[in-house]
Structure formats: C-alpha cells, structure tokens
C-alpha cells in the first residue's frame, strides 16, 4: 500500500484538528505538518517533504494559491491540493495555472479527501466535476496582471494615491487603469468592478 506523507494548512484551528482527525483514519495515510499560515507553507514543505499539500486557498499571510505556486516552484515533488468553500470558475482557471493537482469544494463528502489525496499522490489530476464544468463555459479573465494587481489593491480599500505609492506609478495613472478596468468588465463604477471581479474568482 501506498504510504503518503500530507502537509495540511488551515487557518481554522477546528476545521484542521477535523481534517487531521479524518486523514489519520486511513493507514496509508500521514499527515506530517500542519500550519495556518500561507507564507509558511513552503518552509515546512522543504523540512518535512510531504507527498502532498493539502491547502486551504484562504490563508493569512500569502492566499493558498499563491503559496501553491511557490511551492510548485520550489518542491516540485510535492503535489498540491487546494480545499476551498467557493466553488468560483475563475479561481479554478488561476488553480490550474498555478499548476495545482486537484481542487475540492469544502462541502464534498469526507470519503473524497482521502480519495482526492490518494489520486493527486500518484499523479493525476482531480477536480470538482461540476465546477470544471462551469469553468469551461465561464469568460476568461479579461484583464492583465498589473490591471488585477490595481483592482486587488482598490478591493482592499486603497485609493488612487495609496496604489500609486504601491506599484510606484503616478496617481493618473493609476486612474488611468482603473477607468480601463470599469471598462473591461462593462462595469457602472471602481465598486461593481470588484464586486463582479470577486465573483468571478479573478481577484488573488
């Protein structure tokens, strides 16, 4: 039987001792690190070298996907496996992209973890049925990089200003993208265009 090593990150105490709990009841399974954070995924990932991650994409510090990324970067061998209560295409597509192996809704049956982990581990690739479905019939994301890095920045309440200061442009500029941005979405104004961008899963 194959014996596979899990790194777990959750940042809700409750829902990772559940987790934990649920993953140890299998035998081939183990999980040998357990954080809450994002931006100490990978340091644990490289002292532990898990078989897998299993990554809340909502953590403090680095989202899960960023984290996924970097880690993807650093500990190829480690496969990554992203939970997440928000079953949104565009946070699939940006799973996808940031080269994870499977991602599974909150709300699936217990008995698909284990599964889900045990496939990812032998190298294919597991995702939500129905969230792959809507994806592939969702929009692609029309806007660039540095415009998502503009509105993720607005999305947290920063103003013209304080983006500038930021990303180190000027604040027309900065203007300049957001009016761009509003356009794009074929939103009314700044507010709808986060909220439509949020939505979509498009914002990190």
Not at 82 to 97: D, F, H, M, N, Y
Request: glycine share 6%; with cysteine; charged share 20%.
């Amino acid at each position: 039987m194959l014996s596979v090593r899990i790194l777990l990150a959750e940042d809700v105490h409750m829902i990772q001792g559940a987790l934990v709990a649920l993953l140890q009841l299998e035998p081939d399974l183990h999980v040998v690190s357990t954080v809450d954070r994002g931006d100490t995924i990978v340091a644990a990932a490289l002292e532990t070298k898990p078989d897998v991650a299993v990554i809340d994409i909502d953590l403090p510090g680095i989202d899960g996907l960023t984290a996924a990324a970097e880690l993807h970067e650093r500990l190829p061998s480690c496969r990554t496996l992203i939970l997440t209560s928000l079953g949104r295409p565009g946070t699939l597509r940006r799973a996808l992209s940031a080269q994870v192996s499977g991602f599974l809704l909150k709300d699936s049956p217990p008995s698909q973890l284990a599964l889900a982990v045990r496939s990812v581990a032998t190298g294919r690739r597991v995702v939500d049925p129905q969230l792959a479905l809507s994806a592939w019939d969702s929009p692609e994301n029309p806007l660039s990089p540095r415009e998502l890095e503009v509105l993720r920045l607005a999305a947290r309440g920063a103003d013209a200003a304080e983006i500038a200061g930021c990303l180190y442009l000027s604040k027309g500029t900065v203007r300049n993208y957001l009016t761009a941005i509003v356009g794009k979405l074929g939103a009314r104004n700044r507010i709808d265009a986060i909220r439509i961008a949020e939505e979509a899963g498009w914002l990190p």
